[in-house]
């Protein structure tokens, strides 16, 4: 069984800043990727963020400059740090891992139960 736990979310007046975790464990072989994703009231999910191997990672335009993910590949850990928050930021924002099973080496995707950020203006 995969696990996948985000943290770090809040209430954060515009302009402010927050960052959220995400911690993958369980029965995992390699990570190919780990993202990113939020859903505002009304919206569809979409993409945020993600990392994938080496040092690359692709950012959605409308956080471009303003947030940074990073990964500890030694923790099966992913970090999104948010600055410059706007109101339009507030979302439930979810953590996406892409893995290989340890037994089966099937790529799977599991994803975390998601954490609240509120921005007021």
């Known amino acids: 069984q995969v696990r996948v736990v985000e943290s770090g979310g809040g209430l954060v007046q515009a302009g402010g800043s927050l960052r959220l975790s995400c911690a993958a464990s369980?029965?995992?072989?390699?990570?190919?990727?780990m993202g990113w994703y939020r859903q505002a009231p009304g919206k569809e999910r979409e993409l945020v963020a993600e990392?994938?191997?080496?040092?690359?990672?692709n950012y959605a335009d409308f956080v471009k400059g303003r947030f940074t993910i990073s990964r500890d590949n030694a923790k099966n850990t992913v970090y999104l740090q948010m600055n410059s928050l706007k109101p339009e930021d507030t979302a439930v924002y979810y953590c996406?891992?892409?893995?290989?099973?340890?037994?089966?080496?099937?790529?799977?995707?599991?994803w975390g139960q998601g954490t609240q950020v509120t921005v007021s203006s």
């Open positions: 996406a891992v892409d893995y290989r099973d340890y037994d089966l080496r099937f790529e799977r995707t599991a």
């Open positions: 990392s994938t191997s080496g040092s690359s990672a």
């Open positions: 369980g029965s995992i072989f390699t990570i190919n990727a």
